[in-house]
């Protein structure tokens, strides 16, 4: 048997679900792929685009998978927020539209909540089961007055199980079509702000970094944007005619992450 090479690159940064898994089976490979970059002492991070769930929900799917992973090995579009926030806006308080556990990790980050609209100093937009009429008029009255407007996503879909929640990006369009605010700032996947929460939480120099995702207009465009050597793997959403028609080019193209240089 022909032992397999050293790793490449000293960081990985690894999308989630058509990457490493699809829906709750591994992908072929990856359980190895994941054991050969941590032999060799390569720096691994997971991403997720999903705010619904907290990141220790997506440590412990790897973990029931196989693969050991810790809470703070993923970051997702909610972390991503937090570090921008706790770089920029430390001691801010937020107004957020999005769900219970949402909250609960922006307070447990040290950030004061509330639903004052003279109080508020930031906006949070994120996906919301929960939403209502008095969220809404809650972010209205802050951003009249003058309060930033953040969001962690603007996607028009979010996967969750059973099905999808439509229209994701409904209550930015609503929010700015009423109060002719434009969002300032969206911190999730192609955004420049996941990215560099990624690379700082790695502690490795951008050129020793490899972006590995199944999807072009997020992974690969967030890498290639951002000065990343990227990986497109083709056990997710995106095929070679896409690729070809994308127009997009990847550093690498794989059947899969059993591949990864």
């Not at 972390?79 to 920029?88: A, G, N, R, T, V």
């Not at 990986?231 to 896409?242: E, F, I, K, M, W």
């Amino acid at each position: 048997m022909i032992e397999r090479p050293e790793p490449r690159y000293s960081g990985y940064i690894l999308d989630l679900d058509g990457t490493i898994y699809l829906s709750d089976h591994l992908i072929p490979g990856a359980k190895a792929t994941l054991a050969w970059l941590r032999k060799h002492e390569r720096r691994v991070l997971f991403l997720s685009n999903k705010p619904l769930e907290p990141r220790s929900h997506y440590a412990a799917k790897l973990e029931r998978l196989g693969i050991p992973a810790h809470t703070e090995d993923v970051i997702n579009s909610t972390e991503s927020l937090l570090h921008y926030l706790q770089q920029h806006h430390s001691g801010a308080i937020l107004w957020v539209i999005g769900e219970p556990l949402l909250s609960q990790e922006f307070r447990e980050a040290g950030f004061g909540l509330s639903d004052d609209p003279t109080a508020i100093d930031i906006v949070v937009a994120a996906f919301d089961r929960t939403l209502d009429y008095a969220k809404l008029n809650t972010a209205h009255q802050a951003l009249v007055r003058g309060a930033r407007f953040y969001a962690t996503n603007a996607d028009r879909t979010c996967p969750i199980a059973g099905g999808e929640l439509p229209d994701c990006a409904g209550v930015i369009a609503f929010l700015e079509a009423t109060t002719g605010r434009e969002v300032e700032l969206v911190a999730g996947k192609p955004s420049e702000h996941i990215l560099r929460a990624a690379v700082d939480r790695l502690g490795v120099p951008r050129r020793d970094c490899l972006m590995v995702g199944d999807r072009l207009a997020t992974d690969m465009r967030m890498g290639i944007e951002n000065g990343l050597d990227t990986a497109l793997v083709l056990s997710g959403v995106t095929s070679q005619d896409a690729l070809a028609q994308s127009g997009l080019k990847p550093t690498y193209v794989l059947q899969s992450v059993a591949e990864l240089p």
